[in-house]
């Protein structure tokens, strides 16, 4: 298991960055897309804006740009319902077969 | 370049049993051997697979179960278009002169490893199909206004044209109501709106110009040709845009020297009702705004200009065969041999293909 998958089972969302051109490299790779050069682990941002979503059962689910570069799909919890480009928050996040990521709205 | 084209084909019943994929390759093969005149094996160049499946060396296998000893063979796997770019790989080994025949058999069984694709960690705990399916169908609805019942078109349609598919895997038609309130997936898919995952198989076989009039007197060439990828991972994607087809389908318009306008009969990769909707726009055979009403007017009229065999929905998807059905439905469209599914007077035809959320498209251009 590489290290951004140890790091989200503790609870840690862990991107690659490279070392020489700065790129987020998205999905994580130890090897820059950009420059070839190597990659370094970050933090992710935590607060990202809702792209898309939609509702199965009575989940919400979506599209969630954390950066520029950087979309995930992701739980997306609150009291309201989603609107696009809403701001919303890492809540949680953790690895069980699948990366799993739950964001909660941030109301205005 | 060589002039390319197909010389035989043939193809299995799509169903839900789990069958050996050996025998299903096997099957759709043994059809190109029956149906395509002065075959032997010895003419036969090259063998190629098309399979998401995980079983080891079938190139190797087919051939020896067909008697056939080729100087080129191998598997090609490409997600949901491993068939059509299992056929460039033909075209390309014909076209350089390593071989002048080549047999391009695909395939899948239902429950086959290509439906998910595990290493897109950007698609979270959301990595079946349905949830990009869901995104590519909100993102449509916001920018259109598309509604339930111009999505439920596109399945009603393309039910409705599978059922005189003898090898389809629906032959039920559905109305739109039907499909309206068929089992909810997500708030934005109903089960109606999907393709069906199956098993199957389907085969043809490419010849350059000189060899194909032995086995032929009704050539169907391939005059364009483009693929394009994108990316592996889905959350790249513009939500508004195909953007791989678009590049693909530029790349294979410019080399066939066809305006969209020409095309007679298209098979299009509709995994989801929307994907039919999206793809009619981005490949040009309708302004963008105007895919639904282009599609509503081809059911109000039963002109089965798009999906003729009745799409993934109608038809079903077994991965690896996909593509080359689509390319054989619209050789026999450009054959005049498509029976009840005939499109008069087809001349040209495209085939649209696509990988993993579109990240990946390609495009092949067809004609008679």
């Known amino acids: ?108 | 370049m060589k002039k390319i084209g197909i010389a035989g084909y043939g193809s299995t019943r799509f169903s839900k049993n789990d069958i050996p994929i050996e025998e299903l390759l096997l099957e759709s093969t043994k059809q190109v051997f029956q149906t395509t005149s002065n075959l032997s094996q010895d003419l036969i160049d090259g063998v190629l697979v098309s399979t998401n499946d995980n079983s080891k060396y079938l190139s190797a296998i087919l051939s020896e179960l067909t008697g056939i000893k080729p100087k080129i063979s191998h598997t090609i796997e490409h997600l949901c278009s491993s068939g059509t770019n299992a056929v460039i790989s033909a075209f390309s080994y014909i076209a350089s002169g390593l071989a002048d025949v080549i047999l391009v058999a695909g395939g899948d069984v239902i429950g086959n490893p290509g439906q998910v694709l595990e290493w897109d960690k950007s698609r979270g705990q959301f990595n079946h199909p349905i949830y990009w399916g869901s995104m590519f169908t909100k993102a449509h609805k916001r920018k259109f206004n598309t509604t339930e019942e111009e999505l439920a078109i596109v399945s009603a349609k393309n039910h409705k044209q599978a059922i005189d598919n003898p090898n389809s895997y629906s032959h039920k038609p559905y109305t739109i109501s039907q499909i309206m309130n068929s089992k909810i997936i997500t708030d934005d898919l109903r089960i109606l709106d999907c393709s069906y995952p199956c098993s199957g198989s389907a085969s043809i076989l490419l010849a350059s110009e000189d060899i194909l009039k032995k086995f032929t007197d009704t050539p169907v060439w391939i005059s364009g040709i483009g693929q394009k990828t994108n990316s592996a991972s889905f959350t790249k994607n513009d939500l508004s845009t195909l953007s791989s087809t678009v590049s693909a389908s530029d790349d294979a318009y410019t080399m066939s020297n066809t305006n969209p306008n020409e095309i007679d009969v298209a098979e299009i990769h509709d995994a989801f009702s929307v994907c039919e909707l999206m793809a009619v726009g981005d490949l040009g055979l309708t302004k963008k705004d105007k895919a639904s009403e282009f599609v509503r007017n081809l059911f109000n009229t039963e002109n089965r200009k798009i999906n003729p065999r009745g799409g993934l929905i109608g038809a079903g998807h077994p991965l690896g065969a996909t593509g080359i059905s689509q390319i054989i439905e619209i050789t026999q469209q450009l054959q005049n041999n498509a029976q009840k599914r005939q499109i008069p007077n087809a001349r040209k035809g495209l085939v649209h293909n696509m990988s993993a959320a579109a990240t990946s498209s390609t495009v092949l251009i067809l004609e008679s």
């Open chain 1, 1 to 108: 298991m590489n290290k951004f998958q140890n790091e989200l089972k503790g609870g840690n969302f862990v991107i690659s960055e490279c070392t020489s051109c700065n790129q987020v490299v998205w999905p994580p790779s130890n090897f820059c897309n950009i420059c070839h050069n190597n990659t370094i682990w970050r933090n992710a941002n935590n607060i990202g804006k809702i792209i898309e979503f939609s509702k199965k059962n009575n989940d919400y689910f979506g599209l969630i740009e954390i950066e520029q570069n950087l979309k995930v799909m992701g739980k997306i919890i609150g009291s309201e319902t989603p609107r696009i480009e809403q701001k919303v928050e890492l809540k949680n996040c953790s690895y069980n077969k699948t990366p799993e990521f739950i964001f909660e709205i941030i109301s205005n």
